[in-house]
Nanobody, 126 residues
Framework: QVQLVESGGGLVQAGDSLRLSCAAS????????MGWFRQAPGKEREFVAS????????YYADSVKGRFTISRDNAKNTVYLQMNSLKPEDTGVYYC???????????????????WGKGTLVTVSS
């Protein structure tokens, strides 16, 4: 079992930056690929970014590529999402995910990820 707790969400203006954190506890953190997903009001949950166990490979949705950066600190059991140049369309609840599958495959596993956090709300005003 893995417990994931997100933090760092809030209300910001378009163009601002925000960093989300996800603290993991339970089983060995390095056993899991980690990722971030988001869900906007009235829309389905979607993939945002993922990172491999060893911190070597990162994958991004096209909509955030070049603006968001995912990273992990295996010593602190924490994964981060640095979000720059935020847009109103980035608004939503951001969920941390841990998965035994590969980081590359996480974008296709929105309905089958092994563990989810409860989410943190990000609101970007125009």
């Amino acid at each position: 079992q893995v417990q994931l707790v997100e933090s760092g969400g809030g209300l910001v203006q378009a163009g601002d930056s925000l960093r989300l954190s996800c603290a993991a506890s339970g089983r060995t953190f390095t056993s899991y690929a980690m990722g971030w997903f988001r869900q906007a009001p009235g829309k389905e949950r979607e993939f945002v970014a993922s990172i491999s166990r060893s911190n070597g490979s990162r994958y991004y949705a096209d909509s955030v590529k070049g603006r968001f950066t995912i990273s992990r600190d295996n010593a602190k059991n924490t994964v981060y999402l640095q979000m720059n140049s935020l847009k109103p369309e980035d608004t939503g609840v951001y969920y941390c995910a841990a998965d035994l599958a590969t980081a590359q495959s996480m974008r296709m596993r929105v309905t089958s990820v092994d563990y989810w956090g409860k989410g943190t709300l990000v609101t970007v005003s125009s």
